[in-house]
């Protein structure tokens, strides 16, 4: 089983990046899928999450209104599409599976609901 991000890159402030997560090895379509970031010497935090189904997301406060979640189950793939980008979003990104059939705030929140993890893909943004 591989997840599989990429899509980071350098960025102004007030541009707009889209990470993919492509998933192989099995089917995660019964799966809620997110993403984390994490800077150095600081602890992964909760980004954006989405149910299995694609009918919730939820989303990091600072990020609401910015960074969209999205997914495509034929394809394995989920996204993030993040505009409005701040110096502040500056990060490894890593895309993440939780746990099957998984729902709700109080597992997407938290990296202990992650069965799988990505490789972590970095987004840089400039002032």
């Known amino acids: 089983v591989q997840l599989q991000a990429s899509g980071g890159g350098l960025v102004h402030a007030g541009g707009s990046l889209r990470l993919s997560c492509a998933a192989s090895g099995r089917s995660f379509s019964k799966n809620g899928m997110g993403w984390f970031r994490q800077i150095p010497g600081k602890e992964r935090e909760f980004v954006a999450a989405?149910?299995?189904?694609?009918?919730?997301?939820f989303y990091e406060e600072s990020v609401k209104g910015r960074f969209t979640i999205s997914r495509d189950n034929a394809k394995n793939t989920v996204y993030l599409q993040m505009n409005r980008l701040k110096p502040e979003d500056t990060a490894v990104y890593y895309c993440a599976a939780y746990g099957m059939y998984l729902t709700g705030s109080y597992h997407f929140t938290s990296s202990q609901s992650v069965d799988y993890w990505g490789q972590g893909t970095l987004v840089t943004v400039s002032s």
């Open positions: 989405i149910g299995w189904s694609g009918g919730s997301t």
